[in-house]
Antibody
Framework: EVQLVQSGAEVKKPGESLKISCKGSGYSFTSYWIGWVRQMPGKGLEWMGIIYPGDSDTRYSPSFQGQVTISADKSISTAYLQWSSLKASDTAMYYC????????????WGQGTLVTVSS | SSELTQDPAVSVALGQTVRITCQGDSLRSYYASWYQQKPGQAPVLVIYGKNNRPSGIPDRFSGSSSGNTASLTITGAQAEDEADYYCNSRDSSGNRVVFGGGTKLTVL
């Protein structure tokens, strides 16, 4: 069974750094792209970027380029999303997703990690 | 603003048929995928490609496409189908992922 299990909810202050994780299991982690999707409170889905754990090829949405860093450690089947300096506007639910490039779709979703940034 | 446009809200009477649409220039070249998101839950893929359903998705869900519009049809809507529905595809350059703004489906 394919599973994407994300790290727990975080409460941070503006300016702090953060790295959240997503562990894949039940499939070959290095053979599929992993993506991150943001959902701000009461809003829709926004694609942030994707990474291919096999060779760490990474592609960002222009809206998130330079704002976050996506990485992966294939030895432990885990992908990461990190911020160096959080803003209140980063408050959102973040989903990790398995991305099927050949069909341009997200076929499995993690449970989500709620990030709250507040002073 | 999204390159895929969806109606913000649609309603349907219990047991009736409803179509949720997604418009965008890129849909002339690429298929859309559809996701269902219930309150407090992660989205779930319900339709992809020409008209494909992942395992476990009821056959009352179907997809179609014409010109710049992709459609998700629910034939015989059930109370449990009340949710937000999002389409996604590529942008007009073909290089980036885009989502529609979402449609809130109410089952009356």
């Amino acid at each position: 069974e394919v599973q994407l299990v994300q790290s727990g909810a975080e409460v941070k202050k503006p300016g702090e750094s953060l790295k959240i994780s997503c562990k894949g299991s039940g499939y070959s982690f290095t053979s599929y792209w992993i993506g991150w999707v943001r959902q701000m409170p009461g809003k829709g889905l926004e694609w942030m970027g994707i990474i291919y754990p096999g060779d760490s090829d990474t592609r960002y949405s222009p809206s998130f380029q330079g704002q976050v860093t996506i990485s992966a450690d294939k030895s432990i089947s885990t992908a990461y999303l990190q911020w160096s300096s959080l803003k209140a506007s980063d408050t959102a639910m973040y989903y990790c997703v398995r991305f099927v490039l050949s069909q341009w779709l997200f076929d499995y979703w993690g449970q989500g990690t709620l990030v709250t940034v507040s002073s | 603003s999204s390159e895929l446009t969806q109606d913000p809200a649609v309603s349907v009477a219990l047991g009736q048929t409803v179509r949720i649409t997604c418009q965008g220039d890129s849909l002339r070249s690429y298929y859309a995928s559809w996701y269902q998101q219930k309150p407090g839950q992660a989205p779930v893929l319900v339709i992809y490609g020409k008209n494909n359903r992942p395992s476990g998705i009821p056959d009352r869900f179907s997809g179609s496409s014409s010109g710049n519009t992709a459609s998700l049809t629910i034939t015989g809507a059930q109370a449990e189908d009340e949710a937000d529905y999002y389409c996604n595809s590529r942008d007009s350059s073909g290089n980036r992922v885009v989502f529609g703004g979402g449609t809130k489906l109410t089952v009356l």
